[in-house]
């Protein structure tokens, strides 16, 4: 029996046909994939957003005030294994670490937020993704990255603790001190000095929001500020000392809390049923008292020589502000030091 091979040209034809049978199905098959890939991305962030949505229905009051333009950023570990929002524990729990791989590479991990705005009187979050969040040198992200103190920021939930915290920064011409970065990257920052001596409110209210120092913060002291531009209007815990975050209001200035006070101790015996024993190793600690956003009773909460001390809000006591920069801050310059503080710009 006579056989006859395929012949060199119908090889060729045969490839040839095979290439351009390829070329009409790989594309086809590759868009096919990409879109399977951006349906399941898609579905995903409407698992997470719903993953935040009943997070924050059972933990109503980590959610922005109810003033237009207000927000609240949640990491997505929130859902997973916990985090601390505004002082309150969330345990977690929301989703699966699973849920998070990203369908479009599943080597990595979904790392973005959720954003929840108020407006119109209502409340609408939104996904944001990573490149989305933080700008380069960003003032939080850099500082975890290049801080010398960056070990002691690590070991204490992201919170500048000791007497030698090298957490020295300029803005708007002073020296303030940064007490902690936050889950946004935003930081927040506290005079290192007084700006002066005031009453808390001469009529007797210890409610920060309705005080006659919030009105001084927050009209002529933020008018006065050359780079109040960086700063980010942020919720702040004003309620009771035994329950600070019982309320809670937005401001641009603020003072400092007893929870941050207590939080920049690195004694291990303090804490915010032992404030006493925060004097020891507390770069906050001055030789005058000065007032807190808390109160207690008919008093509000003051630090007097390292003590939590309530007096009443008629007494004239040092002011010293806090603030919180934006994200899109950036350390232009500076090491941290007293002599060398941070720069930003």
């Known amino acids: 029996m006579n056989r006859k091979g395929f012949t060199l040209i119908e090889l060729i034809a045969v490839i040839v046909i095979l290439s351009l049978i390829a070329l009409i199905v790989f594309p086809a098959v590759n868009s096919v994939i990409k879109d399977s890939k951006e349906k399941a991305y ?25 003033t237009d333009g207000s927000t609240e950023t949640i990491n997505l570990t929130c859902l997973t294994t916990g985090c601390t929002i505004n002082g309150k524990q969330i345990n977690g729990g929301y989703i699966n670490e699973d849920e998070l791989k990203d369908p479009r590479n599943t080597n990595e991990n979904l790392e973005g937020v959720v954003e929840i705005t108020y407006n119109n009187n209502q409340y609408h979050y939104t996904y944001k993704e990573k490149e989305n969040i933080t700008a380069k040198n960003a003032t939080g992200k850099w500082l975890l990255k290049n801080a010398s103190s960056k070990a002691v920021l690590k070991a204490n939930d992201n919170t500048y603790k000791g007497t030698n915290a090298g957490n020295y920064i300029n803005f708007s011409g002073s020296t303030w001190r940064i007490l902690k970065i936050n889950d946004d990257n935003t930081i927040t920052i506290i005079k290192n000095t007084p700006i002066i001596k005031l009453a808390y409110d001469n009529n007797g209210i210890t409610d920060f929001e ?4 919030n009105t001084y913060l927050n009209n002529t002291y933020y008018n006065s500020l050359s780079q109040k531009g960086y700063i980010k209007p942020t919720k702040q815990c004003i309620g009771n000392s035994d329950n600070p975050c019982s309320k809670t209001y937005t401001a641009n200035v603020g003072l400092l809390t007893t929870e ?22 507390n770069f906050l600690i001055t030789n005058e008292s000065e007032y807190t956003m808390n109160y207690n009773a008919s008093r509000v909460i003051a630090i007097n020589n390292g003590l939590l001390t309530p007096v009443a809000p008629n007494t004239i006591l040092n002011i010293r502000p806090v603030v919180t920069l934006k994200d899109t801050t950036k350390i232009t310059g500076g090491s941290g030091t007293n002599t060398n503080p941070y720069i930003i710009g």
């Open 260 to 281: 941050e006070y207590v939080n920049a101790s690195n004694d291990t015996t303090c804490s915010m049923n032992t404030p006493n024993n925060c004097v020891n190793g």
């Open 210 to 213: 309705k005080s006659s120092i």
């Open 42 to 66: 898609e579905q995903q962030k409407q698992t997470i957003l719903k993953a935040v949505k009943q997070l924050s229905y059972e933990n109503s009051d980590i959610l922005p005030d109810e």
